[in-house]
């Protein structure tokens, strides 16, 4: 998270939303849909309420906003000061950092990175995960959402998206790795979000089909270890 990504998204906190909508227009849905997704997929993943939660580069509070509906205890970081005004307007509940020194330290039970990572450049990923590794408890999890390069339809939403101009995709397999060298341990990889809304019906197969590498999105998981 570097000082051109925070002027980046600076120049883009007051139209995110809308540019957002516009690029994932293909699946019909509104940009809500896909932060709501990843917020039941935790819960289903045994993430409890009650446990302190982190979304490390939040934006615009996007995935905060449907955090606070249903999360005790969230927290959000985003080093673009405008976006995080703008995640502070919409998330009144939620505390939202601008500067990695205000992030307590070993102090959350979960964090979470949704598509992050593809605009952080490949040479500071790595230290990016370590920051994230240090505001986690020991047994902290993590999730990491991020598009899948593998999916056709993914990649025509990302190269329609102007913020998206600089995305570098990470196969699922990156991330993987990533999350191991960083020092995070139980790395497990699933593919979600499969179906579009005119084929919703079909949607509560959608966990049954975690290990099909079709999905737009990945969510990798891990822990932090205790020792």
């Known amino acids: 998270m570097t000082d051109r990504n925070a002027a980046k998204f600076d120049a883009y906190a007051r139209d995110y939303q809308h540019l957002h909508a516009e690029s994932v227009a293909i699946a019909g849905e509104e940009t809500d849909y896909f932060a709501r997704y990843k917020v039941d997929c935790m819960l289903r993943a045994g993430v409890k309420p009650e446990q302190p939660t982190l979304d490390f580069g939040c934006g615009i509070g996007n995935t905060v906003v449907q955090l606070v509906e249903r999360f ?20 009144p509940k939620a505390a939202i950092y601008d500067e990695l020194s205000a992030i307590p330290k070993s102090s959350f039970s979960v964090a979470v990175l949704s598509c992050v990572l593809h605009h952080v450049s490949p040479a500071d990923r790595l230290g990016l995960m370590r920051q994230v590794l240090q505001a986690l408890e020991p047994g902290g999890r993590l999730f990491v959402f991020e598009h899948n390069p593998w ?49 919703a019906f079909l949607r509560p197969l959608e966990p049954r089909l975690a290990r099909v590498p079709i999905g737009a999105q990945t969510m990798t998981q891990a822990v932090k270890p205790i020792a």
Do not use: W
Not at 72 to 91: F, I, M, Q
């Open 72 to 91: 005790s205890h969230v927290h959000g970081y985003e080093p673009s000061k405008l976006s995080a005004e703008r995640a502070r307007e919409r998330a």
């Open 151 to 199: 999916n056709p339809l993914t990649r025509r939403a990302v190269s329609a998206c102007p913020f998206d101009d600089d995305a570098i995709l990470l196969s699922p397999f990156e991330v993987r790795r990533l999350l191991r060298e960083s020092g995070f341990g139980q790395v497990s990889l699933d593919y979600i979000v499969f179906f579009p809304k005119f084929l």
